[in-house]
């Protein structure tokens, strides 16, 4: 049965400078799915994932309410350790930003840093994290050499490798493949409908056709406010609400 | 920032123009689609009442004019699909076109069976003067007319009374079945005359039924339901 790995209750946060904000969201994430987070810019849905694994915490918030339950744990209780949240709640950024290392240190960072050693270790979650974001054919044999020689669909599934050899529970992907061509958008899309067997995934898609095409469950975010959830293959062709429609018929965005 | 949300905003506004340009198209396509199926219906009928079997060839040609314009909709439905990648409401428009457009060719392929039995019958008279099957063809054209117009204006509560309609449809068939079940009886050899008028009534019963299918697209349409829409006649059984 479904499990809910994320639940967010009465949420809403405000930025010092008034930009932006969420107003009093509600959402389940279920497990092993992928969940997506879409609606025109401004909407909140960023926020919302920076919020998942207190990104926001580096900016200027105003004021932040309500709750956010991960395993049933209250993620925004101030003494959450949230280095060990960010393993356990990894996110893949809109660009991707690999370290000025070779491909394989880019992977091993995370954990020698947390304190692996063990090369067989390493080892080991360098093909597991390379297998898994559909890389590992492309640059099994030239590991050694820098990351910053890959090609811009390699270097965001390598970001996406990064942060699966950290072996974390949910996974954040905010507008992944909007630098991306069709095919490594194809690539990085196809990775994610496996590796959803094993992880939450929640993104920002950078289109709505991106949304209907990797919806498991589909949140329309407008103006801080979420306007509608359910199962994306209901949310693209009969959504409940007027302001879904008009948006995912174009009508405004 | 403003400027890039302004021209952003123009730019979606121009694509949906375009996109509702194609729907008009779309539209106005199946408006003259449901039309020549229409004429066809009613002049298959008129041409076997008035033993015109010319006429009847005339009806009969007409189907591949039909057949045509029924995939030319196809196919700019799918372009539409593939250029625009419509969504929801949009999205239930186009795949109810296509189903559509499918169920007014079937019913060509109808009229098309009329003028067919017209001409097989060559110059042999009619069994009995046609009274009923006129009706049939006259009520099940106007069912269709209705139904297309509510179809394109996405007017949900005459699509669902129209199908209510089939019982009179229904009953008119099966006065004409008893009644050439009469002529049989008394005489078996109309039984091949008695054959082709119950064939034209079974074709112009078919036309009706497949009425309903283009009122339940309409309500799929406009609300997202979709479920058979059973006439009374469907609901006493």
Same mark, same amino acid.
């Given at each position: 049965?479904?499990?809910?790995?994320?639940?967010?209750?009465?949420?809403?946060?405000?930025?010092?400078?008034?930009?932006?904000?969420?107003?009093?969201?509600?959402?389940?994430?279920?497990?092993?799915?992928?969940?997506?987070?879409?609606?025109?810019?401004? !909407? $909140?849905?960023?926020?919302? %994932?920076?919020?998942?694994?207190? +990104?926001?915490?580096?900016? /200027? *918030?105003?004021?932040?309410?309500?709750?956010?339950?991960?395993?049933?744990?209250?993620?925004?209780?101030?003494?959450?350790?949230?280095?060990?949240?960010?393993?356990?709640?990894?996110?893949?950024?809109?660009?991707?930003?690999?370290?000025?290392?070779?491909?394989?240190?880019?992977?091993?960072?995370?954990?020698?840093?947390?304190?692996?050693?063990?090369?067989?270790?390493?080892?080991?979650?360098?093909?597991?994290?390379?297998?898994?974001?559909?890389?590992?054919?492309?640059?099994?044999?030239?590991?050694?050499?820098?990351?910053?020689?890959?090609? !811009? $669909?390699?270097?965001?599934? %390598?970001?996406?490798?990064?942060? +699966?050899?950290?072996?974390? /529970? *949910?996974?954040?992907?905010?507008?992944?493949?909007?630098?991306?061509?069709?095919?490594?958008?194809?690539?990085?899309?196809?990775?994610?409908?496996?590796?959803?067997?094993?992880?939450?995934?929640?993104?920002?898609?950078?289109?709505?056709?991106?949304?209907?095409?990797?919806?498991?469950?589909?949140?329309?975010?407008?103006?801080?406010?979420?306007?509608?959830?359910?199962?994306?293959?209901?949310?693209?062709?009969?959504?409940?609400?007027?302001?879904?429609?008009?948006?995912?018929?174009?009508?405004?965005? | 920032?403003?400027?890039?949300?302004?021209?952003?905003?123009?730019?979606?506004?121009?694509?949906?123009?375009?996109?509702?340009?194609?729907?008009?198209?779309?539209?106005?396509?199946?408006?003259?689609?449901?039309?020549?199926?229409?004429?066809?219906?009613?002049?298959?009928?008129?041409?076997?009442?008035?033993?015109?079997?010319?006429?009847?060839?005339?009806?009969?040609?007409?189907?591949?004019?039909?057949?045509?314009?029924?995939?030319?909709?196809?196919?700019?439905?799918?372009?539409?699909?593939?250029?625009?990648?419509?969504?929801?409401?949009?999205?239930?428009?186009?795949?109810?076109?296509?189903?559509?457009?499918?169920?007014?060719?079937?019913?060509?392929?109808?009229?098309?069976?009329?003028?067919?039995?017209?001409?097989?019958?060559?110059?042999?008279?009619?069994?009995?003067?046609?009274?009923?099957?006129?009706?049939?063809?006259?009520?099940?054209?106007?069912?269709?007319?209705?139904?297309?117009?509510?179809?394109?204006?996405?007017?949900?509560?005459?699509?669902?009374?129209?199908?209510?309609?089939?019982?009179?449809?229904?009953?008119?068939?099966?006065?004409?079945?008893?009644?050439?079940?009469?002529?049989?009886?008394?005489?078996?050899?109309?039984?091949?005359?008695?054959?082709?008028?119950?064939?034209?009534?079974?074709?112009?019963?078919?036309?009706?039924?497949?009425?309903?299918?283009?009122?339940?697209?309409?309500?799929?349409?406009?609300?997202?339901?979709?479920?058979?829409?059973?006439?009374?006649?469907?609901?006493?059984?």
């Amino acid at each position: 049965m479904a499990t809910n790995k994320i639940i967010v209750q009465n949420l809403s946060l405000q930025y010092s400078d008034g930009t932006e904000s969420l107003r009093d969201i509600s959402l389940s994430v279920q497990t092993n799915s992928i969940t997506v987070l879409f609606g025109p810019a401004g !909407g $909140g849905k960023s926020s919302l %994932l920076r919020c998942l694994n207190r +990104l926001n915490d580096l900016t /200027e *918030v105003k004021g932040i309410t309500g709750k956010i339950l991960l395993d049933g744990e209250n993620i925004l209780d101030p003494k959450t350790d949230v280095n060990a949240l960010r393993r356990r709640v990894g996110m893949v950024f809109a660009r991707p930003v690999v370290l000025p290392m070779s491909i394989r240190q880019n992977l091993t960072y995370g954990l020698e840093l947390a304190g692996e050693k063990r090369k067989s270790k390493l080892d080991e979650a360098v093909e597991r994290s390379l297998k898994l974001s559909a890389l590992w054919e492309e640059v099994k044999d030239r590991l050694e050499e820098p990351a910053i020689a890959l090609s !811009g $669909g390699q270097q965001q599934r %390598l970001c996406l490798a990064r942060v +699966l050899a950290n072996q974390p /529970e *949910v996974i954040l992907l905010d507008e992944p493949t909007s630098g991306l061509d069709p095919i490594s958008t194809g690539k990085v899309e196809t990775a994610l409908q496996e590796l959803k067997k094993y992880y939450t995934i929640i993104l920002v898609p950078h289109s709505v056709q991106q949304a209907a095409r990797t919806a498991d469950f589909a949140a329309f975010f407008l103006q801080g406010e979420l306007v509608e959830a359910a199962e994306g293959k209901e949310l693209f062709t009969h959504p409940k609400q007027k302001r879904t429609e008009d948006y995912v018929e174009g009508r405004f965005g | 920032m403003v400027i890039i949300g302004e021209q952003r905003q123009g730019a979606t506004a121009q694509m949906r123009k375009t996109f509702e340009t194609e729907i008009q198209k779309l539209k106005d396509e199946m408006v003259l689609l449901g039309s020549m199926v229409e004429q066809q219906i009613l002049g298959s009928v008129d041409a076997l009442k008035k033993r015109d079997v010319e006429a009847s060839r005339r009806i009969r040609e007409m189907d591949s004019q039909v057949n045509a314009r029924r995939y030319a909709i196809e196919e700019q439905v799918m372009i539409v699909i593939a250029t625009q990648q419509p969504m929801a409401h949009d999205l239930r428009l186009l795949a109810s076109i296509l189903e559509v457009s499918g169920e007014l060719e079937r019913m060509g392929d109808y009229a098309k069976g009329i003028a067919t039995v017209s001409i097989r019958m060559g110059d042999q008279p009619l069994l009995k003067p046609l009274i009923d099957i006129p009706r049939m063809a006259q009520k099940g054209a106007d069912m269709l007319h209705r139904s297309l117009t509510a179809f394109i204006n996405e007017d949900v509560d005459t699509a669902r009374s129209i199908p209510a309609e089939d019982d009179e449809v229904d009953d008119l068939y099966t006065q004409i079945y008893h009644e050439l079940m009469m002529f049989v009886i008394q005489d078996p050899k109309t039984i091949e005359r008695a054959n082709w008028l119950l064939w034209v009534a079974h074709n112009l019963e078919r036309v009706a039924d497949r009425v309903s299918n283009i009122c339940e697209r309409t309500i799929f349409i406009a609300t997202g339901e979709l479920k058979e829409l059973e006439s009374n006649y469907d609901k006493k059984k």
